[in-house]
């Protein structure tokens, strides 16, 4: 039986760096540094940040692609379009919701969410329960030390094209701008494992991250992937990790998961 519970029983890390092979565009929402309509998300010092909520909206994207090929369940946040019923669903909630507000014992609540939940929202978090994956923000290693400005045109969507005169420009940061991260997993299963490593290699074959994807920005591979696991539960491993947060190298632990996951045809429940 699953038994995703609040207790820390283990903990995966895995740390790596994301490279840019073109510049890339997170927006801040507001105007930029050098007056243009677009500005990009930067520290009060001018860094670059590459937030890991960015990061994890497109990893996430990834596992529920990624999902069936593994015999897991994803809703895509819409039961009706996925068939699958979960409590990330707004009308499927509002319907089961009374019934989740009687179960009074904790216990009894984790295991109804069970029931309720589709693989990946059980990873990633759904409006009933925490997430147990964690993306850093992006710890900046490398950069150009510089912003350039690209210009755009406004499309109109009727005619699909260029409205006279309506230009706009924006902010990016170049190419080759380099972050590390982090991602942690708190108690995962098995298959949930081999769902990050069918995800992380996916990253690893390089992805699109930020806006104007389709104008080839925002090009960016995962490297230098390193895996980590502490196991609570082991005296020696709790007490190394409680007292230097000394984990154990795990590199092969992603691979190994997926491939049982693929072998014994997705079987979990
Ligand atoms: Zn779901």
Same mark, same amino acid.
């Given at each position: =039986?699953?038994?995703?519970?609040?207790i820390f029983?283990? !903990?995966?890390?895995?740390?790596?760096?994301?490279?840019?092979?073109?510049?890339?565009?997170?927006?801040?929402?507001?105007?930029?540094?050098?007056?243009?309509? =677009?500005?990009?998300? %930067?520290?009060?010092d001018?860094?670059?940040?590459?937030?890991?909520?960015?990061?994890k909206?497109?990893?996430?994207?990834?596992a529920?692609?990624? $999902?069936?090929y593994?015999?897991?369940?994803?809703?895509?946040?819409?039961?009706?379009?996925?068939?699958?019923?979960?409590?990330?669903?707004?009308? *499927?909630?509002?319907?089961? *919701?009374?019934?989740? !507000?009687?179960?009074?014992?904790?216990? !009894?609540?984790?295991?109804?969410?069970?029931?309720?939940?589709?693989?990946v929202?059980s990873?990633f978090?759904?409006?009933?329960?925490?997430?147990?994956?964690?993306?850093?923000?992006?710890?900046?290693?490398?950069w150009g030390?510089g912003l350039?400005?690209?210009?755009?045109?406004?499309?109109?969507?009727?005619?699909?094209t260029?409205?006279?005169?309506?230009?706009? @420009?924006?902010?990016?940061?170049?190419?080759?701008?380099?972050?590390?991260?982090?991602?942690?997993?708190?108690?995962?299963? @098995?298959?949930?494992? $081999?769902?990050?490593?069918a995800?992380?290699?996916?990253?690893?074959?390089?992805?699109?991250?930020?806006?104007?994807?389709?104008?080839?920005?925002?090009? &960016?591979?995962?490297?230098?992937? !390193? &895996?980590?696991?502490?196991? *609570?539960?082991?005296?020696?491993?709790? =007490?190394?990790?409680?007292?230097?947060?000394? =984990?154990?190298p795990?590199?092969?632990?992603?691979?190994?998961?997926?491939?049982?996951? %693929?072998?014994?045809?997705?079987?979990?429940a």
């Open positions: =039986m699953k038994n995703n519970n609040k029983r283990k !903990k995966v890390k895995i740390t790596g760096n994301l490279v840019f092979e073109t510049a890339f565009h997170i927006g801040s929402g507001k105007e930029g540094e050098l007056a243009t309509d =677009m500005g990009v998300l %930067l520290e009060r001018g860094r670059p940040i590459l937030p890991g909520s960015s990061l909206g497109n990893f996430r994207s990834f529920e692609r990624l $999902a069936g593994l015999g897991l369940k994803a809703c895509l946040l819409d039961s009706d379009l996925s068939g699958v019923k979960c409590v990330s669903d707004e009308t *499927y909630r509002k319907g089961v *919701y009374e019934e989740f !507000k009687e179960i009074k014992q904790e216990r !009894k609540k984790l295991e109804w969410l069970q029931d309720h939940v589709c693989d929202c990873l978090g759904s409006p009933l329960q925490a997430s147990r994956i964690f993306f850093s923000d992006g710890l900046l290693l490398e030390r350039q400005v690209r210009d755009g045109v406004c499309i109109d969507r009727d005619t699909e260029a409205r006279h005169g309506a230009k706009y @420009d924006f902010e990016v940061v170049p190419r080759g701008a380099a972050f590390k991260i982090t991602i942690e997993i708190e108690n995962p299963e @098995d298959y949930e494992l $081999a769902l990050v490593g995800a992380l290699a996916e990253w690893e074959h390089g992805f699109r991250l930020g806006g104007f994807t389709s104008r080839g920005l925002g090009k &960016v591979c995962f490297t230098d992937r !390193k &895996v980590e696991k502490t196991d *609570y539960t082991d005296a020696e491993q709790l =007490m190394d990790y409680l007292i230097s947060h000394k =984990m154990t795990a590199d092969s632990l992603l691979d190994k998961s997926l491939e049982d996951q %693929l072998l014994n045809g997705g079987n979990h």
